[in-house]
């Protein structure tokens, strides 16, 4: 009896199948290493166009922005108090509720146990000192102000149209 070990056949990679093989891994790269560029929607003076992220007549806007998955607005009401009117992209949830400006000009909002802080670099929501989501904003608005902008310049990819949960913005 022999002792021949049978070696595995090694791969045979034919021109075209480097080339496929090549350029998947390409793809891959490019993928992974992309940046999630989201664009700012549609928005004039008193927030996002056609969004519950906007401030109504009588009320005035005081700041707003975008996140990836979020929108946001703060309003000035009538009783010199603030509204925070948002809603998460992905599904059309809406949340508008009293807010409240801390010293440092964050605004938060309380609603069943979970709390929102809007500052002009992050939407952060957190359920007592667990943080569950902190956002970057991507795109950012004071009245009177030129576009802010969280660290990097805004992307140029548009966010999808708005969801029906959010049409009429009222």
Same mark, same amino acid.
């Given at each position: 009896?022999?002792?021949? &070990?049978?070696?595995? &056949?090694?791969?045979?990679f034919?021109?075209?199948?480097?080339? !496929?093989? !090549?350029?998947? !891994?390409?793809?891959? =790269?490019?993928? !992974?290493?992309?940046?999630?560029?989201?664009?700012?929607?549609?928005?004039?003076?008193?927030?996002?166009?056609?969004?519950?992220?906007?401030?109504?007549?009588?009320?005035?806007?005081?700041?707003?922005?975008?996140?990836?998955?979020? &929108?946001?607005?703060?309003?000035?009401?009538?009783?010199?108090?603030?509204?925070?009117?948002?809603?998460?992209?992905?599904?059309?949830?809406?949340?508008?509720?009293?807010?409240?400006?801390?010293?440092?000009?964050?605004?938060?909002?309380?609603?069943?146990?979970?709390?929102y802080?809007?500052?002009?670099?992050?939407? =952060?929501?957190?359920?007592?000192? &667990?943080?569950?989501?902190?956002?970057?904003?991507?795109?950012?608005?004071?009245?009177?102000?030129?576009?802010?902008?969280?660290?990097e310049?805004?992307?140029?990819?548009?966010?999808?149209?708005?969801?029906?949960?959010?049409?009429?913005?009222?």
């Open positions: 009896m022999s002792s021949h &070990r049978m070696l595995p &056949r090694p791969a045979v034919t021109p075209a199948r480097r080339v !496929a093989l !090549a350029g998947t !891994a390409c793809a891959a =790269v490019l993928v !992974a290493a992309a940046p999630a560029a989201v664009a700012a929607p549609a928005f004039d003076s008193q927030g996002y166009v056609d969004s519950t992220a906007r401030c109504t007549a009588p009320d005035t806007v005081v700041v707003f922005g975008s996140t990836a998955g979020s &929108r946001v607005a703060i309003c000035s009401i009538p009783d010199g108090g603030y509204e925070y009117r948002g809603v998460r992209v992905r599904d059309g949830a809406r949340l508008i509720a009293v807010a409240s400006r801390s010293s440092d000009g964050a605004f938060t909002v309380a609603n069943d146990g979970v709390e802080m809007v500052t002009s670099s992050a939407l =952060v929501i957190s359920v007592g000192e &667990r943080v569950i989501r902190d956002e970057p904003m991507v795109d950012f608005h004071r009245p009177g102000a030129s576009t802010e902008s969280a660290e310049p805004t992307p140029t990819t548009p966010l999808p149209p708005p969801l029906p949960a959010e049409e009429g913005g009222s």
